[in-house]
């Protein structure tokens, strides 16, 4: 089966500390590379990881703080002098098209080809996956996103030996799911094919609590979601509009999502960060709190 696999490549609030670089997420599946936000330092991060950004082929942008978009530049330009020469798809809240464009008119050499898109709703959708984005409420626009990679029926391939199966337009039609004749005989889609389940990954970076937040993340397998106060910090978690570990966890509950995935840590919490996680697990038990350069596959 195809694994998605998530790499955390930063994981700290406005100021990075020793341990916690600025967010960056990337997430994979097959030939698919999404990279949500790229905080300064991402560059380097891709080379910690083991991973090359030349194989991105989108980036999701949540919103346009510094500590979220402060990478692109220089991402931009090791492309273009990598001779990227895909278009890179991009999404971000309103006004990231002026913002890219802005970089470009600074950056001269950067230039690569880029498409920017701001709608929310359904931002994209083939027959693999789609993605998603909803207004948060941060003082600046911002976007949650949802990634949703879909049921595939696969075929097996010990029985396309078994019934000597050519490789032709017949697998196609029993790949989507219709029975057909070969060779005199009925072949039924389902006895030589399985289903493999699909997977919703949702994403909501920084944001005050709302029920946007609880939609995006609905029936997720994973939601990772900004925690970057404890509740006794709820006073400040309002003021800069941000969740709390507890607000976290209450949108992973009424989401019913499977697991929560914490991140984007304040730097007061760089030496006792599992006050974090064990707030959250008071309400929703299959917490995890992600540090740099940690991989979940599912
Ligand atoms: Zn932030
Ligand atoms: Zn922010």
Redesign the pocket.
């Known amino acids: 089966m195809e694994q998605v696999k998530i790499t955390f490549l930063g994981t700290a609030?406005?100021v990075p500390t020793e341990k916690r670089n600025h967010?960056a997420i990337l997430v994979e599946k097959a030939d698919e590379r999404i990279l949500i936000d790229c905080g300064e330092g991402t560059q380097r991060q891709f080379k910690f990881s083991g991973n090359n950004p030349v194989k991105l082929t989108r980036l999701l942008i949540t919103h346009w703080?510094g500590?979220?978009v402060l990478g692109i530049p220089g991402l931009f330009q090791t492309l273009a002098m990598s001779g990227y020469n895909k278009t890179l798809r991009i999404h971000g809240p309103p006004n990231t098209a002026h913002n890219i464009q802005l970089m470009e008119r600074i950056f001269k050499d950067f230039k690569i080809i880029a498409e920017v898109k701001e709608n929310s709703g359904i931002v994209f959708e083939n027959s693999n996956f789609k993605i998603e984005a909803l207004p948060m409420n941060h003082g600046t626009p911002t976007y949650a996103y949802s990634i949703t990679y879909k049921d595939k029926r696969r075929l097996k391939k010990s029985k396309l030996k078994k019934y000597n199966l050519p490789n032709s337009p017949i697998l196609k039609e029993l790949q989507e799911g219709k029975d057909i004749v070969w060779n005199g005989k009925k072949i039924k889609s389902k006895d030589i094919s399985y289903l493999e389940k699909g997977r919703k990954v949702a994403v909501i970076?920084?944001t005050a609590f709302n029920e946007n937040a609880v939609k995006i993340a609905l029936n997720s397998d994973i939601l990772i979601a900004e925690a970057t106060f404890a509740k006794e910090e709820k006073q400040k978690a309002a003021e800069y509009k941000h969740l709390t570990a507890w607000d976290a966890a209450k949108i992973a509950k009424k989401a019913k999502v499977k697991k929560l995935i914490l991140t984007?840590l304040s730097q007061r919490y760089e030496h006792n960060p599992s006050i974090i996680e064990k707030e959250a697990r008071k309400i929703f038990k299959n917490t995890k709190l992600v540090k740099d350069l940690d991989v979940i596959s599912l």
Do not use: F, I, K, Q
């Open positions: 609030n406005a967010t703080h500590d979220h970076l920084d984007h």
